[in-house]
């Protein structure tokens, strides 16, 4: 099985500053990763779909780049409907899994 | 616009079942793998399987296998998660979620979760 570890668990920063979420595969997945961005009480929203292509509608401050085991999720300048959890997940093994997620708050 | 809205929430007691339904609108209900996915209070995200609601083909997570039944109805647009022999680490928000990409184009499913149901929370206690 594929373990998905995000780093770090939580992130603190200010709007307009940038922010680098990462996320760390036990085996290669090659570029199947995918990125999701779920605010409070909401479903999850796909942001980033094999490692690096913006999903439909996705803001271009969200830039995900990688492959192999390493992944970098950035978003460029942080606005305030950023502030979220983050969650990564791949699609190459079974079973397909999740990381475990980054909270993103205000500082 | 593609829409999946789920069933209200249920409380059932250790051993039970539960069916929770998803119906889409906006979009050709055959074309498009439907998944489910859960979340257990205040944790992450766990696949669990998916119907290829064309043919009624299905996939389960090894977890899963056994306990879960995932069904469609294409007259009603509406695909159903049924899970068995609860328990109460089944307690959770459970997801249905439209595949990315239609199958036409991606036989297998690409298991990426474009759009997602309101989630239907189960609770599971005695």
């Not at chain 1, 668990?9 to 961005?37: D, H, K």
């Not at chain 1, 079973?95 to 909270?103: I, V, Y």
């Amino acid at each position: 099985e594929v373990v998905l570890t995000q780093s770090p668990a939580t992130l603190s920063l200010s709007p307009g500053e940038r922010a680098t979420l990462s996320c760390r595969a036990s085996q290669s997945v090659s570029t199947y990763l995918a990125w999701y961005q779920q605010k409070p009480g909401q479903a999850p929203r796909l942001l980033i779909y094999d490692a690096s292509n913006r999903a439909t509608g996705i803001p271009a401050r969200f830039r995900g780049s990688g492959s192999g085991t390493d992944f970098t999720l950035t978003i460029s300048s942080l606005e305030p409907e950023d502030f979220a959890v983050y969650y990564c997940q791949q699609r190459n093994n079974w079973p397909r899994s999740f990381g475990q997620g980054t909270k993103l708050e205000i500082k | 616009q593609v829409q999946l809205v789920q069933s209200g929430a249920e409380v059932k007691k250790p051993g039970a079942s539960v069916k929770v339904s998803c119906k889409a609108s906006g979009y050709i209900f055959t074309d498009y793998y439907m998944h489910w996915v859960r979340q257990a209070p205040g944790q992450g995200l766990e696949w669990m399987g998916w119907i290829n609601p064309n043919s009624g083909g299905t996939n389960y997570g090894q977890k899963f296998q056994g306990r879960v039944t995932l069904t469609r109805d294409t007259s009603f647009n509406t695909a159903y998660m049924e899970l068995s022999r609860l328990k109460s680490d089944d307690t959770a928000v459970y997801y249905c979620a439209r595949d990315l990409r239609s199958y036409h184009y991606d036989s297998s499913g690409s298991f990426y979760f474009d759009d997602w149901g309101q989630g239907t929370l189960v609770t599971v206690s005695s």
